[in-house]
């Protein structure tokens, strides 16, 4: 697609893309029956497309992610604690298995738009994001070291270790060395009043049988992914995590963003196992700072550059 | 300089050329390939990019360092290339993106050893 076109095809679906979010997101149907709020493994593309649905539903029946939260730990009544005799072993070195480069794995290339429902607001701020990486002009925060952090830490590639325990579950990225602590002790999150942004936010759980139920709060703005739209601070999020089979975890996730989504987006992300029979995988602690030839700062017009190679110079080439 | 190939690509849209880790690709031309031949100064096995340090003889007797960018080291470990494959001294012929305002850098698309192994770094996202 030459730049021209592109231009031309974000602007149709951007005046698109308005138009449906200036429209309130209609009521939907209840979901039907108590069937399990957990997206289990669908086999063909249309019962795929109904239990995405079915789960987008859920969400929108919901106006928070709390409550949310709290319907599927009503339904799982209240919970049961782990031990250390049924801690399920969630051992091994995982990636993600979809492109980076989107949240929703449904998305189907990177010339097409997020499957998010964005408010006109959050729908402008991406197609202009979009039109200046068409143009040659982006700058990732994370050439700053910055942590990725939560929710964008669920798309990042590279190595992920899970580690279960009966009172925390800790969930790793190797990528500056990004730990989410998920606390299943019982506790609740900190009070509105103690409250502030941080890079993973606050994760509180509870364990229905072999399934992670997480809700996070207290997390900073930032962006789904590069070529994905912006968030809030007033994002928060909802996540069921289970093992689909031995090398696979699925793990259910919606985003709340009334600022941003028009109505929650769920969707359904997956971690693979990696073979690692030699045992040459392992984590390791993450130094961003540790090569100066890595060096990226903003340009003047807000893009990319390396600015301190130390094999060459930029005046003398 | 012994610069074997450049060439122009196709019309692909800038965002598909995305790179993964910290910092966007928009410094390297994804529409040119360069390729060269020359020995490893250095192979700098770091995060969150490595970089081979390669040297390269010039038609007029100088030498060019260039610097080849790929990831880090778990994933050049997935994509079976380690540190000890390309000490320094070794004889190579390496491709990459070209940076566009002409530093003699690159981002590393696909190397071959004087022995004929070849070494790929994008094939370490692959899941096995």
Redesign the interface.
């Known amino acids: 697609m030459t730049n021209a076109s592109w231009k031309t095809f974000c602007v149709a679906i951007a005046t698109i893309m308005l138009a449906a979010c200036q429209q309130q997101p209609a009521p939907q149907p209840p979901t039907a029956g108590p069937a399990p709020a957990t997206s289990a493994a669908a086999s063909t593309p249309a019962a795929r497309a109904a239990e995405k649905q079915r789960m987008t539903n859920l969400g929108i029946e919901h106006k928070t992610a709390r409550a949310l939260y709290d319907h599927l730990k009503q339904e799982a009544q209240g919970g049961k604690p782990l031990s250390w005799q049924t801690v399920p072993d969630w051992t091994g070195v995982w990636t993600r298995e979809a492109s980076p480069f989107f949240w929703d794995p449904d998305q189907e290339s990177p010339t097409a738009l997020p499957t998010a429902k964005l408010t006109p607001e959050f729908s402008k701020r991406l197609m202009d994001k979009l039109d200046k990486v068409n143009r040659g002009i982006e700058f990732d925060p994370l050439s700053n070291c910055e942590p990725a952090g939560m929710p964008r830490w669920m798309v990042e590639p590279f190595l992920r270790e899970w580690v279960v325990t009966p009172q925390e579950t800790y969930l790793v990225n190797e990528m500056q060395n990004e730990m989410r602590r998920v606390y299943t002790d019982g506790r609740d999150h900190p009070s509105a009043e103690d409250a502030y942004p941080l890079w993973e936010g606050d994760s509180i759980g509870f364990w229905d049988g072999n399934k992670l139920v997480i809700h996070t709060s207290q997390m900073r703005a930032g962006q789904y992914q590069r070529i994905q739209p912006y968030y809030t601070e007033q994002v928060e999020t909802v996540e069921i995590w289970q093992k689909a089979d031995a090398d696979t975890m699925a793990v259910d996730i919606w985003a709340f963003d009334p600022p941003a989504l028009a109505e929650p987006w769920y969707t359904k992300q997956s971690y693979k196992r990696l073979s690692n029979d030699d045992k040459s995988l392992r984590i390791r602690y993450w130094d961003c700072g540790e090569n100066q030839n890595n060096t990226v700062t903003k340009t003047d017009t807000g893009s990319s550059d390396f600015t301190n190679f130390n094999f060459t110079k930029k005046d003398g080439k | 300089m012994r610069l074997i190939l450049a060439t122009a690509l196709g019309?692909?849209?800038?965002?598909?050329a995305?790179s993964?880790?910290?910092?966007?690709a928009?410094?390297f031309d994804d529409q040119k390939e360069i390729t060269v031949k020359g020995t490893v100064?250095e192979f700098?096995y770091?995060?969150?990019?490595s970089?081979l340090?390669v040297d390269v003889k010039n038609t007029d007797g100088t030498v060019?360092?260039?610097?080849f960018?790929a990831e880090?080291?778990?994933?050049l470990?997935?994509a079976g290339i380690r540190k000890s494959d390309l000490s320094p001294g070794t004889e190579i012929t390496i491709t990459g993106h070209p940076?566009k305002?002409?530093?003699?850098?690159a981002a590393w698309m696909k190397a071959t050893r004087g022995d004929g192994k070849q070494f790929n770094p994008a094939a370490g996202?692959a899941?096995?």
């Open positions: 019309g692909l849209a800038l965002v598909s995305q993964f880790a910290h910092h966007s928009v410094m100064k700098q770091t995060n969150p990019h970089w340090l060019t360092t260039w610097g960018e880090g080291p778990s994933t470990t997935r940076m305002d002409g530093r003699p850098a996202f899941i096995k």
